[in-house]
């Protein structure tokens, strides 16, 4: 009689064990079919599951749902491109669920219904290198899970039209945006502007209707390029975008931040120049050059560097 139970209580554990089994090694998908209202949202005959996007992998996502809670959802090649953790999606899947947590899907396709705008609400202390995209030249994202900067396409024209820079910043400094929304340039009136920029900063001309409604951030870089047509945009890296704001620029990030940094002083400067004498003359050519020339290019000797460093 003992033996007898204790051959039962075995076949009891092996069944219970190969019945584990089962869920976590055979076809997932066929483990939990979902075909009520209660547990997903079924619409033309199709599946779909709705929620807030928690993770990214390389071709799967991770959904808070609300109808099963956490899923995984496999998707086909190119889904998972330009999402947004936090958005609000809607994935239409094959009405299966693996009985695991998280949960795990098939999806077929992949709808955002609402984004989460990352950019307004990420402030500097926020951010982390994680936060940071990549692109190439020709703008394919190369790292990061976010979105480019919108204002990407106006880099790429200028990265690819100004081949010695290695930076470019675009700020709304209020000096620099006042001369941008006049439509005026940034005369050299005096040797602070002459050591940074050799001339007066260009204004652009207006942008067109077609360029605005076309490809608005791509058409600025093109209107950059063509107003530095005639111009060395290393010897002035900074322009003013018509009633806009302004660009520089730099061999690299350092430098393109510190020349934004000068314009908006140089701005403030020309502005208090002009408000003291209505018609002031630029600065003497040769004065320019002479500042200019001593800090930049073969011959410049501005600074303490030891001789032969």
């Not at 998908?29 to 033309?44: C, H």
Request: hydrophobic share 40%; glycine share 8%.
């Amino acid at each position: 009689m003992k033996k007898i139970m204790s051959f039962m209580i075995i076949t009891l554990l092996l069944l219970s064990g190969c019945g584990n089994d089962s869920i976590t090694t055979g076809d997932m998908y066929d483990q939990l079919p979902i075909d009520d209202s209660n547990t997903s949202q079924m619409v033309d005959d199709a599946y779909f599951l709705n929620g807030e996007l928690k993770e990214i992998g390389e071709d799967s996502v991770l959904i808070d749902t609300e109808e099963a809670g956490l899923v995984w959802v496999s998707l086909e090649d190119g889904l998972a491109i330009a999402l947004t953790v936090k958005s609000i999606v809607r994935v239409q899947f094959d009405g299966a669920i693996a009985e695991s947590y998280p949960g795990q899907a098939r999806g077929h396709s992949l709808e955002v219904i609402e984004p989460f705008l990352d950019n307004p609400v990420h402030s500097y202390e926020e951010m982390t290198a994680d936060d940071m995209v990549i692109v190439d030249l020709k703008g394919k994202v190369v790292e990061g899970k976010l979105n480019p900067s919108s204002d990407t396409p106006t880099h790429l024209v200028l990265y690819n039209n100004f081949k010695d820079i290695g930076g470019v910043v675009h700020t709304h400094s209020s000096w620099a945006t006042s001369f941008a929304q006049a439509g005026r340039d940034i005369p050299a009136f005096g040797t602070t502007q002459a050591d940074y920029f050799f001339g007066s900063i260009p204004c652009s001309r207006k942008m067109t209707k077609d360029e605005i409604e076309g490809e608005y951030e791509k058409e600025t870089g093109n209107v950059i390029t063509e107003t530095f047509k005639d111009l060395d945009p290393m010897d002035i890296p900074a322009v003013l975008i018509n009633m806009h704001g302004p660009f520089t620029w730099g061999k690299d990030s350092k430098e393109a931040v510190h020349n934004a940094v000068v314009l908006e002083e140089v701005s403030k400067m020309a502005y208090r120049t002009i408000m003291l004498k209505k018609d002031i003359q630029e600065m003497d050519e040769d004065l320019l050059k002479k500042h200019f020339l001593r800090k930049h290019g073969k011959n410049a000797y501005y600074g303490q560097a030891k001789k032969g460093i």
